[in-house]
């Protein structure tokens, strides 16, 4: 069973997408539990504000699998595929780490976002305080620790999934 990392983020009725989301993987995946949702600035485009957060899970589908899952949710949810890398987005899953894999196809793993953008690293690091991430010498919570976190602005919001 392999333990997984998953970003989700959304900035076009972004609650609605963001729950649908979580829900399909809820079907797929086993265990899944959640870091806080966050609220951000689009990055790389001027648009509205994404929501965004991680989750964990495990699994028995192989790295492969697991990016045709993701895919097949994004398009469920209006995913355009091609559409430009900096755009307004329904859905985005992303796998950002599984066990302790190093890759680079299907998906590089770990994700490179995860050290670049604070909407991916902050609510890994609140999830999965004390993992190291393959490659790295520091826990997400150092790498969280020594971000510079003037470059993203971004805000916990309030979020409770599944509603009652």
């Known amino acids: ?28 995946y086993r ?6 949702v966050f609220e951000s600035e689009a990055v790389g485009f001027e648009g509205d504000n994404f929501l965004n957060l991680v989750a964990r899970a495990e699994t028995d589908q192989s790295i492969a699998e697991v990016v045709t899952t993701f895919k097949a949710i994004e398009q469920a949810h209006g995913r ?9 987005r329904t859905l985005d899953i992303d796998l950002l780490l599984y066990d302790g894999t190093q890759c680079e196809t299907p998906v590089e793993l770990p994700r490179p976002e995860i050290y670049h953008n604070a909407f991916v690293l902050w609510p890994l690091a609140e999830l999965a305080p004390d993992l190291v991430p393959p490659g790295q010498p520091h826990s997400l919570a150092a790498l969280w620790q020594a971000y510079d976190k003037t470059q993203q602005s971004l805000w916990p919001v309030p979020f409770v999934w599944p509603l009652a």
């Open 1 to 28: 069973m392999a333990v997984i990392y998953i970003s989700l983020g959304s900035n076009i009725e972004a609650d609605a997408h963001i729950r649908k989301g979580l829900d399909d993987l809820a079907n797929h």
């Open 31 to 36: 265990n899944l539990t959640l870091s806080s």
């Open 80 to 88: 355009a595929r091609g559409a430009k890398k900096f755009a307004p």
